[in-house]
């Protein structure tokens, strides 16, 4: 929580006195996910803030008070990491076979709603996949056959793509789309 401290000798802070709405506006961190490291015994503690409802990075006045706030109550000998990013990037190209009746502008717009909406809306930590992907954009009206030719995604810790064979979890918890090559072509029966 901003600006306040710990009660002595717990992991809680004080909120007498403050409505469900103030301590909702104090709380700094919005998203957390919190995983054992496979390689090491670290946690890994991913977090996020939020600005007019989309995932953020912690500011680094934030990230030093989280520092000190884990580094309080944290069991001794626990070694921990946390992950303050800016979101991963998700880029992908599609085939969308539809329907030559409907209007191809309309349904490239639809395609693209859908793939943002899906990107954004996924759990903080939570797994994205290909096939969860194409199973949206299939839904959209006048679209018939959608082929996921490439997907791919980059940390901003090293800022170079990978592929995404079949599903990836986001190194900072979240994605923003970027570029999504929609080609679209008339499916005539």
Not at 23 to 44: G, N, W
Not at 118 to 143: H, K, T
């Amino acid at each position: 929580m901003k600006d306040t401290t710990l009660i002595a000798d717990t992991d809680k802070y004080d909120t007498s006195g403050m409505s469900e709405d103030d301590i909702t506006a104090a709380r700094v961190v919005k998203h957390v996910a919190v995983t054992e490291a496979k390689d090491t015994s670290r946690l890994i503690i991913k977090v996020a803030g939020e600005d007019n409802g989309k995932r953020v990075p912690l500011g680094a006045a934030e990230e030093v008070q989280l520092q000190a706030y884990v580094q309080e109550i944290k069991d001794a000998g626990v070694l921990f990491d946390i992950v303050n990013i800016q979101p991963d990037i998700f880029e992908c190209e599609l085939d969308i076979y539809y329907n030559p009746m409907k209007d191809p502008h309309t349904i490239q717009y639809d395609c693209e709603q859908v793939i943002r909406d899906y990107i954004s809306n996924l759990p903080f930590n939570g797994e994205y996949s290909n096939m969860a992907m194409v199973d949206m954009v299939q839904q959209v009206d006048g679209v018939r056959i959608v082929q996921c030719k490439n997907a791919r995604s980059a940390s901003s810790l090293n800022n170079t793509f990978v592929g995404i064979d079949a599903f990836v979890i986001p190194v900072a918890g979240y994605f923003e789309a970027k570029t999504l090559t929609l080609n679209l072509k008339p499916h005539n029966l």
